[in-house]
């Protein structure tokens, strides 16, 4: 099995020594240690690694700025911070920067190697997590939604999503999920599904409706949806506290909404009103 | 939507800006509206959640996204909105949105944010509140970035 490369960055070679110590018996292998922000900017261009362990006392940039540039450099950068302070503020300043762990000094062995092997977890793993944990839930949901929402039957299908882009033409719904895992839903479907839909879902077939009118049922369907999934899986997960943002609603014609950078799944429900579509998105490593 | 609920949003823009090496933005203009915005070409929507519910978005001209892009990039040259330039915007609007997470927390308002979204198109419409939101232009380098900003 290959191993996962870690890059550490820290200005003390005694701490630089420890960890190399702890990883190389493992998994990880360290494939370079930078003594300064500078260096560390560099040797990560070169060394393309899985992750950073980044102290927060380095001479010539703190450990926070140090992580923007690698960030900036690299948005998908894997950071892990040691610190002997770990405050709130310093959680937060960090997370900001993009920091997705935080270790206290003196690390313990455990505690270093399961974070880092969450923060490297490999995809497949990631993907069967989210499908069984997350995504199966929303499948159950939307079916039953649907049909006590307009009264249809869907065929559904659920795949893993890997086109870097939605393609929306008419509208779209995102919410936003916040807690772990956190995310993004987004409910969408063509003009004509989107006018069929709200005319059902009004109850208003013979009525003229104009297209505010239209995506105004969608998007509250879209939230009872989401919102539906998210209640089911935080009576199943009573640790994991998932919340919803508030919906934003988007209309128009040939729309892109990014999909790269996300464990993205695509939930089609296939109904006489036409395709309605639901893709979740997680955030990895966070 | 309480107005003084700006300040936390525009703060976060003037200090994280600078910190990818942008000159101080500046509060260009700021209006109240209702209904939907237009997008003016590239759009991220963030919401947020828990003591205050809403959204914010980010939203410009796809030259405004190159040219915030290239700058985050350090002046690396960005001919086309392409996916690295996408994921800049969305992790600049993802560090906005924290830093005005931890300014709203300041004010006793936690908040957790979502996943940033980003949607390109030449021709869409966003809604993100039944209510009214606020608009806030600011000026980066000459560059007009607008916020859209609605909380319940």
């Keep these: ?286 | 939507m309480d107005a003084k609920l700006v300040n936390p949003f525009v703060d976060a823009l003037v200090t994280v800006m600078p910190q990818m090496g942008f000159a101080v933005p500046k509060r260009a203009n700021i209006s109240v509206c209702s209904q939907t915005t237009k997008s003016l070409g590239v759009s991220v929507i963030v919401g947020f959640t828990k003591v205050l519910r809403g959204n914010v978005v980010y939203n410009m001209t796809e030259e405004t996204a190159k040219f915030i892009a290239s700058t985050m990039m350090m002046g690396m040259p960005v001919a086309e909105f392409d996916d690295m330039a996408q994921s800049a915007i969305s992790e600049m609007s993802n560090m906005l949105t924290a830093n005005a997470a931890t300014n709203l927390a300041a004010m006793g308002m936690e908040v957790d944010i979502s996943t940033p979204s980003l949607s390109i198109g030449a021709d869409f419409q966003i809604k993100i509140s039944n209510d009214t939101y606020l608009v806030v232009e600011m000026d980066l380098g000459g560059h007009i970035m607008e916020l859209d900003i609605a909380v319940r």
């Excluded at chain 1, 020594?17 to 003594?35: E, H, P, Y």
């Excluded at chain 1, 990560?44 to 700025?65: F, K, R, S």
């Design chain 1, 1 to 286: 099995m290959e191993k996962i490369r870690i890059m550490i960055v820290d200005d003390s070679r005694v701490s630089c020594a420890m960890l190399t110590d702890i990883l190389n018996k493992t998994n990880f292998v360290v494939c370079g240690t930078a003594r300064n922000a500078a260096e560390a900017v560099e040797r990560y261009q070169e060394l393309c690694p899985a992750a950073v362990t980044m102290d927060m006392n380095l001479p010539d940039a703190d450990g926070i700025e140090c992580s923007r540039r690698l960030r900036a450099i690299d948005p998908e950068a894997k950071i892990v911070m040691i610190s002997a302070m770990r405050d709130a503020s310093l959680i937060m300043k960090g997370r900001e920067a993009g920091i997705s762990s935080f270790l206290q000094k003196p690390v313990s062995e455990n505690e270093l190697l399961d974070t880092l092997l969450v923060l490297c977890h490999d995809r497949a793993g990631t993907i069967s997590v989210l499908r069984e944990s997350y995504v199966k839930t929303f499948v159950k949901v939307l079916r039953k939604s649907l049909f006590s929402l307009v009264g249809v039957h869907s065929k559904v299908e659920l795949e893993v999503d890997a086109d870097d882009y939605l393609e929306v033409d008419g509208v779209a719904v995102i919410i936003g999920l916040t807690g772990y895992p956190m995310g993004r839903a987004i409910v969408y479907m063509d003009q004509a599904t989107m006018m069929k839909f709200s005319r059902v879902l009004l109850n208003q077939e013979e009525a003229e409706l104009d297209e505010t009118d239209a995506s105004d049922a969608v998007e509250e369907a879209a939230n009872i949806i989401v919102g539906r999934g998210v209640s089911k899986i935080n009576d199943v997960f009573k640790d994991k506290e998932m919340r919803i943002t508030p919906p934003g609603t988007i209309c128009g014609v040939k729309i892109r909404i990014a999909n790269s950078k996300l464990t993205s799944f695509r939930i089609t429900a296939s109904t006489q009103l036409g395709d309605i579509c639901m893709n979740l998105g997680f955030a990895e490593g966070e």
